[in-house]
């Protein structure tokens, strides 16, 4: 079982970047699907980005797209969300999560599909 560790969060002003990190536990993360998810207070949970195992699809969320970039390093057993020019409606806690199998005609972005999480990091962007 791959177990997940979100790095890299904190408190920025409106317009700057963070690069949040994951970190994987196990050799099989090299064929898991990543994506990463955040949830505001008193929201759902919602997708952010989603990477497939070697890269070849990559999805964001409509509201992050041109501003955020997600990629990984399976020799390092991590992934990374690049956040640029963030807004304080990014606010939230973020997660990665993980999964061996997502269907075919997923757009990777539900999260019940993803049964590894990690434990979250914070980011606060201030206007």
């Known amino acids: 079982q791959v177990q997940l560790v979100e790095s890299g969060g904190g408190l920025v002003q409106a317009g700057e970047s963070l690069r949040l990190s994951c970190a994987a536990s196990?050799?099989?993360?090299?064929?898991?699907?990543l994506g990463w998810f955040r949830q505001a207070p008193g929201k759902e949970r919602e997708f952010v980005a989603a990477?497939?195992?070697?890269?070849?699809?990559?999805n964001y969320a409509d509201s992050v797209k041109g501003r955020f970039t997600i990629s990984r390093d399976n020799d390092k057993l991590t992934a990374n969300l690049q956040m640029n020019n963030l807004k304080p409606e990014d606010t939230a806690v973020y997660y990665c999560?993980?999964?061996?199998?997502?269907?075919?005609?997923?757009?990777?972005?539900?999260?019940?599909?993803?049964?590894?999480w990690g434990q979250g990091t914070q980011v606060t962007v201030s206007s």
């Open positions: 196990e050799r099989t993360f090299r064929n898991y699907a």
């Open positions: 999560a993980a999964a061996s199998y997502i269907p075919v005609d997923s757009d990777f972005g539900r999260s019940y599909e993803y049964p590894y």
């Open positions: 990477i497939n195992w070697n890269s070849a699809i990559i």
